[in-house]
Structure formats: C-alpha cells, structure tokens
C-alpha cells in the first residue's frame, strides 16, 4: 500500500495500522531497538503513536507509562510539532504525577507508583479520552503536508534496518 492510498483511509485505527506497517516494512523483520533509536523523527513518532494509542485505548496512561521509559518528553515534544495537543497533554499530565515529573526506570517501581495513584490516572483517562485518535488524525494531516519529507524519512529508517538485518 502506498502513502498515497494510506493516507485516503479515514477510520484512524485502519490508518495507523497501515501507516505503521509501511514504515516498519515487515519483510525486514521486527524493529529492534538499536533501530528505533536511530529512527528519523518522524517515523519514529509514527511507531511511538500507534504504540500510544494501542496501550491507551486498551489499557489506559498507565499501561503506556510501564512500558517506555524516559521517552515522554520526545514523544510531547513530537505531539506538539503534529499539533497534537491533547495526546500531548495528556502524557504531560500523567508523568506530572510522578515526584519531580520522572517515571523511574525500574519496572517494579513504576507498577507500585501506578498502582497506588490508580485513581488519579483513572481521571486522567478519563479528562483526555479520545487523545490517541486525535493524535493520529493530527499525524495524518502532518504527513500529508509534508508527504516528501516523509517518504525520505521512511526510506532512510529502512536502510538503517538493512544494515542491522540479522
């Protein structure tokens, strides 16, 4: 499927989908991490969206706070520059919770602060429902304003996963 034809589909979860899909171009394999780091900006926020909205949708702030550590501020940084305020907001909000705004790196240490501020993160869900999918209507409208720089993007990520294609 082509950009072109990805960004015509309307319903965001088919969208993000395919979008990620493109950019991580499964018949390379999966992304490894040494990949991700090195991944262009943009198609980087195109992963870390698909993967925010999987976890937030499903599970809530608190299950994206469990499983990424010390990307929060990129990842509101990025949000911004898409306009994606609320989904920036949103992530803002949540790591304010934690004492001097830092999610710890350890997991039993971010599972026991979650657990005992469950309620707090309940209404943050709840004040910012629906800010995965306005992100990803956001991204849409980024990548369609800026569809050439992209595509360069996408396919330097793809060389950088050739060259660490095990």
Not at 50 to 67: K, R
Request: hydrophobic share 40%; aromatic share 10%.
């Amino acid at each position: 499927m082509s950009v072109d034809e990805i960004l015509k589909e309307r319903e965001p979860n088919k969208f993000i989908c395919a979008l990620s899909d493109y950019v991580t171009d499964l018949n390379l394999g999966g992304v490894m991490p040494a990949d991700l780091k090195r991944a262009p900006a943009l198609v980087r926020g195109v992963i870390f969206i698909h993967a925010f909205d999987l976890a937030t949708v499903n599970s809530g702030i608190y299950q994206w706070i469990v499983e990424l550590y010390d990307g929060y501020p990129q990842f509101a940084k990025f949000c911004d520059t898409i306009k994606a305020k609320k989904a920036a907001d949103y992530v803002r909000e949540a790591i304010a919770l934690f004492p001097k705004g830092r999610v710890p790196k350890s997991l039993d240490a971010k599972l026991d602060f979650c657990e005992e501020h469950e309620s707090e993160l309940d209404a943050i869900d709840c004040k910012f429902q629906g800010a995965s999918e306005d992100a990803i209507l956001k991204l849409r409208d980024y990548i369609a304003s800026n569809q050439n720089a992209f595509e360069l993007e996408v396919q330097k990520f793809w060389a950088i996963r050739r060259r660490h294609k095990h």
